[in-house]
């Protein structure tokens, strides 16, 4: 029966003050490590998703959604623009930029997002293909590692994709339908969610049943609606051949040795004052919201400290309204040979261990919560945080719970050193 | 096995206590009588190391308990001396093995279940083990107290008015307790009372008296 045993107990002797305590410092823990590692995996996230993309043009609207869109894959296109109207972007000539990726989004397939685009992309991403190969036809498919996870598709796997994003959207479900020809290793990003395919798939699933009014303009390799693959397989088009059609956005990378000259840095507000598209860097416009997030984030942080003040007085009080009613016991403990410093470590020990306890709670409580927050954000976005992994500001906020509690404990361990034997027995 | 030496005591604004010096050898017993008002409990304190004598001295076991750092005195303390107080206080959240087992811990003893259970089948209550202090009887608790003082084997077992509170009967089978525990410990016994009910079976008695505050 040691001192750090008869502690515990002492602990576990009032164990309503002690919970009180415990699930206050429970919660100003929680809230903190909750809001530190969201912020933490979201901005990791972003950085990962970002995949080196210096500009972002699309349909006129909001510039945020653009970026949601087509970077992050969550939230609406901004409307769709004409290849014409972008092509200046995809000109090999121009001095600044280095690549340009067409996408076109609006389909899925069981709410995960079908992206028309070239195979350039998986390059931009440094994605690779795990199985199968990359698409050489339209109507063929490369599949994320987490669509095939859940979507069970396999290599030679057909399905029909649907229009919009949700479940129970309209099926388009006449033509030729999707073909999987490969499969990504997992990449940790959002490629993983993503089925892609060539951008001229998806003009060949609208156009087969809505007939646009599109002409096309003639050209070599022009497709018509009963596209026909071999002829296109053979002479690779490239997407300025196809000035009236419609895409969702452009990814663009300028040259790494011309970013910051000042065409390229006044180019998205030039192609927004002088043509019909839209353009943002995705770098201002997720620091932008970062801020914004950082903002609420820091109300709620101070929240979270306020409580755990309130937790720590929570540990004096009850330490200290304790010491009154154990004052005989502490000087019974000096008669059987305790010395003041020993009665002063009891109490210090008591403090440690309801800083400890409500602080390991509260960081599992933050876990917990993530998890659920992972499993909301997987449900509606396919998008996985990492709920369970542990970061080393975890360990500082613990350290430093603990800290705060033998601060807390302080008092009382004075006063228990004080004890007068022979006024308390 | 202790023995005091020109002990005097002052407390502030207070003429002096001069204690008449005592002796007490292994298997003695000690009845120190006196009236309220006459340091009664101050001497007792004093024997028992719990505060120190303004002058003179207080050997036991050949060791003056005046020459030890406050921490030695603490382990001394510990170790020899074992004190039965008037109120029966324990740790709350311990159960009666556990308090019995901080004690020898606080005294630097080894671990001696064996002789926990060996004390409180000698004091009548070897089945309260396990329970916790508050769940016993006064009576037991008493007993509960005076396995305490002498669970760390201690040289000498100073008990402060242990029968006072106590009906005839009971007075007297808590003064047998407390004689018991002195032979089977083979260790020396002071009481210290003002109850004249117990003094008949004492040999050795020693009366404080308000002339000690004189002089």
Known sequence: ?425 | MLATTKLTYKYANSKPIFYPDIKVEKGNALLILGQSGVGKSTFLHILGGLMPPTSGKVVVNDISMNDLSPKELDKFRGSNIGLVFQKSIFMQALTVKENLQLCRKLAGLIPNDHRIAEVLARLGIPHKLNSKPNELSQGEQQRLSIARAVISEPSILLADEPSSALDDEHCLAVTDLLREQMESENCALIIVTHDQRISDRFENQLSLTPKNKQI
């Not at chain 1, 990791?44 to 945020?64: I, Y």
């Not at chain 1, 004052?273 to 101070?302: C, D, F, H, R, W």
């Not at chain 1, 909301?376 to 350290?399: C, G, P, S, T």
């Open chain 1, 1 to 425: 029966m040691n001192l750090a045993k008869v502690s515990w107990k002492n602990v576990w002797a009032k164990p309503w003050s002690t919970v009180l305590s415990v699930i206050l410092i429970a919660f100003g823990v929680g809230l903190l490590s909750l809001l530190f590692i969201f912020k933490k995996q979201f901005t990791e996230q972003f950085d990962r998703n970002q995949a080196g993309v210096d500009m972002v043009a699309g349909a006129k609207g909001s510039p945020l959604q653009l970026i949601l869109n087509s970077m992050f894959h969550v939230d609406a296109p901004t409307g769709n623009i004409k290849v014409e109207d972008a092509a200046f972007l995809f000109n090999p000539k121009n001095p600044y930029i280095e690549d340009a990726v067409p996408l076109s989004i609006g389909d899925s397939y069981k709410t995960f997002r079908i992206v028309g685009t070239d195979n350039s992309i998986l390059e931009f991403y440094d994605a690779k293909i795990d199985q199968g190969r990359i698409t050489e036809n339209v109507m063929e498919v490369i599949v994320g590692a987490k669509v095939q996870a859940e979507t069970q598709l396999k290599i030679g796997s057909t399905f029909f994709s649907s229009h919009g994003f949700n479940e129970g959207d309209l099926e388009h479900d006449h033509g030729a339908p999707f073909k999987v020809v490969g499969i990504l290793a997992p990449h940790n990003s959002v490629m993983d969610k993503l089925i892609i395919t060539d951008y001229r798939s998806i003009w060949e699933v609208h156009e087969s049943h809505d007939h646009s009014s599109d002409t096309l303009s003639v050209n070599q390799n022009s497709i018509t609606d009963d596209l026909d693959s071999s002829v296109v397989a053979a002479v690779p088009p490239i997407i300025t051949d196809f000035p009236v059609k419609d895409i969702t956005s452009i990814l663009v990378r300028f040259k790494a040795d011309k970013k910051r000259a000042i065409p390229v840095i006044n180019m998205p507000r030039n192609i927004n004052e002088n043509t019909t598209i839209m353009a943002t860097s995705p770098t201002y416009q997720l620091n932008k919201l970062l801020a914004n997030l950082g903002a609420a984030l820091k109300a709620v942080s101070y929240l979270a400290i306020l409580i755990g003040l309130i937790s720590a007085l929570s540990v004096f009080i009850s330490l200290y309204n304790n010491l009154k009613e154990r004052k005989h016991e502490l000087a019974m403990m000096r008669v059987a040979g305790a010395s003041p410093t020993q009665l002063s470590a009891l109490i210090l020990m008591e403090a440690l261990y309801i800083g400890l306890i409500g602080a390991l709670l509260g960081v599992l409580l933050a876990h917990g919560g993530l998890w659920i927050i992972s499993g909301l954000l997987n449900a509606q976005f396919h998008y996985a945080l990492d709920a369970w992994r542990l970061n080393i500001v975890e360990i500082a906020l613990i350290v430093g719970t603990c800290l705060l509690s033998l601060l807390a404990g302080t008092i009382p361990a004075i006063r228990a050193y004080r004890t007068n034997i022979i006024d308390s027995i």
